[in-house]
């Protein structure tokens, strides 16, 4: 499955916010998407607000046919550099990578090692695994620990 279905789940599972995908020609590197939303919560002294937002690079890649083997995940050249950067800055950038049926999110601080390991290693890099999908509240949640 292309990318394009990966953007279409994100889409369909992303009721809690805004999120717009870009096809940028200009800028290279530029993420598929950005985001955001705002998750309140009741304070002592009345609710209180949080503003998320941020980027999220899409990929998708097929099953090795060994198990040692490396991940297949094709990066442009300037888009890990661009979630790099961006993430050393204060932004919150990710990859989403479906793998099969199962999702990955990888916080920017491991995209180097994306398209570099195995499957195995690549679940213990992510930040989040839903070995069948997820639900709006589960990609919530996930993108508001920020990486942690």
């Given at each position: 499955?292309?990318?394009?279905?990966?953007?279409?789940?994100?889409?369909?599972?992303?009721d809690?916010?805004?999120?717009?995908?870009?096809?940028?020609?200009?800028?290279?590197?530029?993420?598929?998407?950005s985001?955001?939303?705002?998750?309140?919560?009741?304070?002592?002294?009345?609710?209180?607000?949080?503003r998320y937002?941020?980027?999220?690079?899409?990929?998708?890649?097929?099953?090795?046919?060994?198990?040692?083997?490396?991940?297949?995940?094709?990066?442009?050249?300037?888009?890990?550099?661009?979630?790099?950067?961006?993430?050393r800055?204060g932004?919150?950038?990710w990859?989403?990578?479906?793998v099969?049926r199962?999702?990955?999110l990888?916080?920017w601080?491991?995209?180097d090692?994306?398209?570099?390991?195995s499957?195995?290693?690549l679940?213990q890099?992510?930040?989040?695994?839903?070995?069948?999908?997820?639900?709006?509240?589960?990609?919530?949640?996930?993108?508001?620990?920020r990486?942690?």
């Amino acid at each position: 499955m292309a990318e394009k279905s990966v953007w279409s789940y994100l889409k369909s599972k992303f009721d809690f916010g805004c999120i717009e995908r870009h096809e940028d020609m200009i800028n290279l590197g530029v993420a598929d998407t950005s985001y955001n939303f705002i998750d309140s919560y009741d304070a002592e002294d009345g609710v209180r607000y949080n503003r998320y937002s941020g980027w999220i690079e899409l990929k998708n890649a097929s099953f090795p046919k060994r198990e040692s083997s490396k991940v297949k995940v094709e990066f442009e050249p300037m888009q890990k550099p661009w979630l790099s950067h961006r993430g050393r800055h204060g932004a919150d950038t990710w990859v989403l990578l479906r793998v099969g049926r199962a999702y990955l999110l990888f916080y920017w601080l491991n995209i180097d090692q994306i398209g570099q390991v195995s499957y195995d290693e690549l679940m213990q890099l992510a930040d989040q695994i839903w070995p069948a999908g997820f639900t709006p509240i589960q990609l919530k949640n996930a993108l508001m620990k920020r990486g942690a």
